[in-house]
Nanobody, 126 residues
Framework: QVQLVESGGGAAQAGGSLRLSCVASGYTSTVNCMAWFRQTTANERVGVAAIYRASGSSFYDDSVQGRFTVSQDFAASTMYLEIQSLEPNDTATYYC???????????????????WGQGTQVTVSS
């Protein structure tokens, strides 16, 4: 099993930035990919950024390309999400996820990911 704990959410102003963190524990050696998803009460959970742990290669949903940056500290089993130029539409609960799949690279599909954190709320005001 792998446990994921997110932190770094909160309230922010539009135009500002936030950095989310996700610490993985447990059998982290089985994790090939980690990703960030976000969900509002009205919408389904959507993948926004992912990282392939072995190489650090990152992947983004088109809607956030250029504003979101995913990175990792491999040794610390920690993934980060830097959000710049915050927009009110970024308001959501952000979830960290992890996948055991060997073919997870580049995927932002919920079905690819086996482990989930509890989420951290991001609220952006205009």
């Amino acid at each position: 099993q792998v446990q994921l704990v997110e932190s770094g959410g909160g309230a922010a102003q539009a135009g500002g930035s936030l950095r989310l963190s996700c610490v993985a524990s447990g059998y982290t050696s089985t994790v090939n990919c980690m990703a960030w998803f976000r969900q509002t009460t009205a919408n389904e959970r959507v993948g926004v950024a992912a990282i392939y742990r072995a190489s650090g290669s990152s992947f983004y949903d088109d809607s956030v390309q250029g504003r979101f940056t995913v990175s990792q500290d491999f040794a610390a089993s920690t993934m980060y999400l830097e959000i710049q130029s915050l927009e009110p539409n970024d308001t959501a609960t952000y979830y960290c996820s992890a996948s055991r799949d060997a073919w997870c690279r580049g995927s932002l599909r919920k079905e690819t990911f086996h482990y989930w954190g509890q989420g951290t709320q991001v609220t952006v005001s205009s």
